[in-house]
């Protein structure tokens, strides 16, 4: 069974930095997208940011310019370096994996990760 796992969160002063990265495992084949989600106490899962196997790119709009996402595809791991940490960026980050399969004619599915800690103080 794929699973990912989560690394490098963490506490940070507002205006620093983390690297978060998500390494994918198990038998897996091929994933289609990865990403970063986020979610706050009391709010939604919202999107941070996203990666095609390919390379584009998209972002939430109120990470645009500090965060970026990077993928390597021999790894099966993604990354997410953040800068300029605001304390409103402090949620569980999760990561996600779009359209895994196990082989080439398997039926695909997603995953998610357990999430790791973002906390940024003022």
């Known amino acids: 069974q794929a699973q990912l796992v989560e690394s490098g969160g963490g506490l940070v002063q507002a205006g620093g930095s983390l690297r978060l990265a998500c390494a994918a495992s198990?038998?897996?084949?091929?994933?289609?997208?990865m990403g970063w989600y986020r979610q706050a106490p009391g709010m939604q899962r919202e999107s941070v940011a996203r990666?095609?196997?390919?390379?584009?790119?998209n972002y939430a709009d109120s990470v645009k310019g500090r965060f970026t996402i990077s993928r390597d595809n021999t790894k099966n791991t993604v990354y997410l370096q953040m800068n300029s940490l605001k304390p409103e960026d402090t949620a569980v980050y999760y990561c996600?994996?779009?359209?895994?399969?196990?082989?080439?004619?398997?039926?695909?599915?997603?995953?998610w990760g357990q999430g790791t800690q973002v906390t940024v103080s003022s």
């Open positions: 996600n994996a779009e359209h895994v399969k196990k082989t080439y004619w398997g039926a695909p599915f997603d995953v």
């Open positions: 198990g038998s897996i084949f091929s994933i289609n997208a």
């Open positions: 990666i095609t196997k390919g390379g584009s790119t």
